[in-house]
């Protein structure tokens, strides 16, 4: 029921939206609707000959394709009512983004490649041309066959193609099996759950895919968020493609949704991102929307760590050549660059954190001070100024109305921040942790018991004191510190060795911006394949991280009574400082447990005499779930091996 309440957002959604043909504009609360040249539009339209197989070459299919032009295919496109996907219409964005990956890209020439919701095909050709596959599957949904099959007629129909058209009468993650019953992966060995050759990466497949799904309202997940977590637990089970070998990714997803993936901030480190930190050897962002805009905004960090961390890996672009063109850089990368070369001195810690409206406030404070707008509105009669001698009320014009909101948010903001940054940038939390030695911090040793511990003597940070909004902002301040601060870094975004090229909504159609990721799996865990253990999997990640912001004794005494005592004396990366640990897990929140600290807590709770039976687990398991599993529903499930 769930499915069909969002399919039916979806199809207002689409039937609501203007024709690119159309501009609708909006005057004294009356909707106009001013019509554009149609005529031409559809003249310049049919000037577009698709050419017939007979006559039809390889060099000329390939020019067909790609110099047909973007306002055509958004025509085609939009007169389909049942489009729900979203297709990439730009061919220099597809350049770019195989530019960036050529470096890895090369081990998978001549390998077979399964491409799921091709669309138009402007990324199929890219990828094939690059890659020379053996065989490239193009599977697409039924319904979308009429909209985008004759964007793929010229690549089926050339002499000697390589492409094969695979047609699913729904997209789900069994379309793989679908696949291997119809004889596509007969070049390719499914390898048993023992066979070690499961662990090892097979570059002859590449598994590419587009799930976005145009979204009905902002604050929605779509089919995309399942489909991303499932292929992720593909990857931990050995399941569908993952069975041939570890299978690189490369997915276009809603560029709202790659948070779920790679947040920004430890604020949005949660099960699905710290899942994916187990399953993913590597998870990089390729292209994506510039998170400093106010349309790609996912929450903000402190200004410093986003510099340190940006410079770093512009300075190793730079040492290997990587270049991007400037109308794809970054807001972030551009100021990474003026630091190296100079042009800017480093920001201290007083920078804060950067909002969208502090660009605003300093224009409107230059606009003031040369006195572009005054403080009151003028008398339209005599050009003065109303006074309160005068009888007269008062009015503030828009721009310094504006101004004065500004200036107090900023007021409120610097006291807040003022509550607690001295006491945490003083804290001997944030001295390098990967310097403190293991015996000098802790007091329970890994091989101790809980018999032998001890009450921490360490300088800890007193919150409670501060106000409920100041306490929030800094346990937030000092958690991004610490998980920057960890070696690795904590959030899979900080380990990012290239900067993401920038896309803008026009890239795509409908207008919705996208983001590129390349995921690399690790070798999987046999164990989750019995469906108790996966389970109990779930149960674990689903207890530990169902509120952040619980200390890491909570967090691990919400598994069961007892818990805790019972299980942080098998996982000693609990409480090693060179992993990210602490002595005192009272003072540490559940975001900052690694994926090795969470695995850890796995394998000790099946090594528990007391923990709960797979019966229990089950009952258990259903009092916390993920948000956007509750608005999906559960109409796809894992596959097995």
Avoid at 457 to 466: A, F, G, H
Avoid at 511 to 533: C, F, M, T, V
Wanted: aromatic share 6%.
């Amino acid at each position: 029921m769930r499915v069909g309440r969002i399919s039916l957002l979806q199809d207002h959604y689409r039937l609501s939206q203007p024709s690119p043909l159309r501009i609708f504009t909006r005057s004294y609360g009356r909707r106009k609707k001013v019509d554009l040249q149609e005529t031409t539009a559809s003249k310049d339209d049919s000037k577009v000959e698709t050419p017939g197989p007979a006559d039809r070459t390889t060099a000329a299919a390939i020019n067909w394709l790609s110099k047909k032009p973007p306002s055509s295919t958004q025509a085609h496109l939009s007169s389909r009512s049942r489009l729900s996907r979203i297709n990439i219409v730009n061919t220099e964005l597809c350049r770019d983004a195989i530019a960036r990956l050529a470096p890895t890209l090369g081990r998978h020439t001549n390998c077979d490649i399964v491409e799921l919701n091709c669309g138009v095909g402007y990324w199929s050709e890219a990828l094939h041309e690059h890659l020379q596959p053996r065989s490239h599957i193009l599977v697409n949904v039924d319904d979308d066959e009429e909209t985008h099959l004759p964007f793929l007629r010229p690549l089926l129909d050339r002499p000697g193609s390589r492409y094969h058209y695979f047609p699913s009468p729904h997209l789900d993650m069994r379309v793989i099996d679908r696949l291997i019953h119809a004889g596509f992966l007969a070049n390719h060995q499914r390898f048993e759950l023992n066979d070690p050759r499961r662990d090892l990466p097979n570059d002859s497949l590449l598994l590419v895919a587009n799930l976005a799904h145009v979204r009905a309202r902002s604050s929605e997940y779509t089919q995309c968020a399942l489909l991303m977590y499932m292929l992720i637990q593909h990857a931990r089970i050995y399941a569908e493609l993952q069975a041939y070998g570890r299978v690189r990714m490369l997915i276009w997803i809603n560029d709202s949704e790659k948070k779920l993936i790679l947040p920004r901030t430890i604020v949005g480190r949660r099960k699905f991102s710290v899942q994916a930190d187990v399953a993913l050897e590597h998870a990089f962002e390729i292209a994506g929307l510039d998170e400093h805009t106010e349309t790609a905004r996912q929450g903000r960090r402190e200004r410093t760590i986003d510099l340190s961390r940006s410079v770093e890996v512009t300075r190793g672009m730079l040492q290997r050549g990587i270049t991007t063109p400037p109308d794809r850089k970054p807001h972030l990368q551009k100021q990474a660059e003026a630091m190296i070369e100079g042009k800017v001195q480093s920001e201290d810690a007083s920078a804060g954190i950067k909002r969208p409206w502090h660009a605003e406030l300093e224009d409107l404070e230059q606009r003031f001070r040369e006195g572009a707008f005054s403080c009151w509105q003028t008398d339209g009669s005599s050009g003065e100024q109303p006074t309160r001698q005068k009888g007269k009320t008062r009015v503030n014009t828009p721009e310094y109305h504006r101004l004065r909101a500004l200036r107090n948010l900023a007021r409120r903001n610097a006291v807040i921040r003022a509550e607690f940054i001295d006491r945490v940038d003083k804290s001997p939390e944030h001295a390098d942790v990967n310097t403190q030695s293991q015996s000098a911090d802790a007091t329970l040793r890994p091989n101790s018991t809980t018999s032998d511990f001890k009450p921490s003597t360490e300088p800890t940070i007193n919150l409670d004191d501060l106000s409920p909004i100041s306490r929030m902002a800094a346990e937030t301040y000092q958690d991004d510190r610490l998980a920057a601060e960890m070696k690795p870094p904590l959030l899979l975004w900080d380990r990012r060795i290239d900067e993401p090229l920038m896309v803008q909504e026009s890239d795509f159609y409908p207008r919705q911006g996208l983001s590129l990721l390349d995921l690399h799996p690790k070798p999987g865990l046999p164990a989750l394949a019995i469906p108790e253990l996966r389970e109990t999997h779930q149960y674990i990640f689903n207890r530990l991280f169902s509120n952040p912001r619980h200390s890491v004794v909570q967090a691990i005494e919400s598994l069961a009574p007892g818990a805790f005592e019972a299980l942080s004396p098998q996982v000693p990366a609990l409480r090693d400082s060179a992993k990210g640990g602490h002595s005192d897990l009272s003072q540490r929140r559940a975001r900052l447990l690694t994926a090795e600290m969470a695995e850890g807590l796995f394998f000790a709770w099946q090594s528990w005499p007391l923990r709960w039976s797979g019966k229990e687990v089950l009952l258990m398991g259903d009092e916390v779930e993920p948000d956007w599993s509750v608005k999906m529903g559960t109409q796809f499930r894992i596959g097995g091996t």
